[in-house]
């Protein structure tokens, strides 16, 4: 089984910043990548950000200088450090795991639950 956890949603002021975290637990032999997605009320869901397991970082380009992504590979774990937070960011945000769970498998995407980020004052 595997087990993908985001944390750190909450409310914020606009201006201000959150810090999101990402965990993936279980039966993992490599992780290839793992991203952040969002999805605020009545939107489809979109992309954020993503980390490869090389390290390379990718982001949506509306969210460029605001939002950065990092990973500590041997934890399993990622954040998303997010400044300058407009009303606009507000969302759930996921958090999707690409990973192989044995050295023969395909790698597949696992999503956690979500974290709420509301920005408001």
């Known amino acids: 089984q595997v087990h993908v956890v985001e944390s750190g949603g909450g409310l914020v002021q606009p201006g201000g910043s959150l810090r999101l975290s990402c965990a993936a637990s279980?039966?993992?032999?490599?992780?290839?990548?793992m991203a952040w997605y969002r999805q605020a009320p009545g939107k489809q869901r979109e992309w954020v950000a993503a980390?490869?397991?090389?390290?390379?970082?990718t982001y949506a380009d509306s969210l460029k200088g605001r939002f950065t992504i990092s990973r500590h590979g041997a934890k399993n774990t990622m954040y998303l450090q997010m400044n300058s937070l407009k009303p606009e960011d507000a969302a759930v945000y996921y958090c999707?795991?690409?990973?192989?769970?044995?050295?023969?498998?395909?790698?597949?995407?696992?999503w956690g639950q979500g974290t709420q980020v509301t920005v408001s004052s």
């Open positions: 980390v490869t397991s090389g390290g390379t970082t």
């Open positions: 279980g039966t993992i032999f490599s992780i290839n990548a």
């Open positions: 999707r795991a690409d990973l192989q769970r044995n050295s023969y498998s395909l790698s597949e995407g696992y």
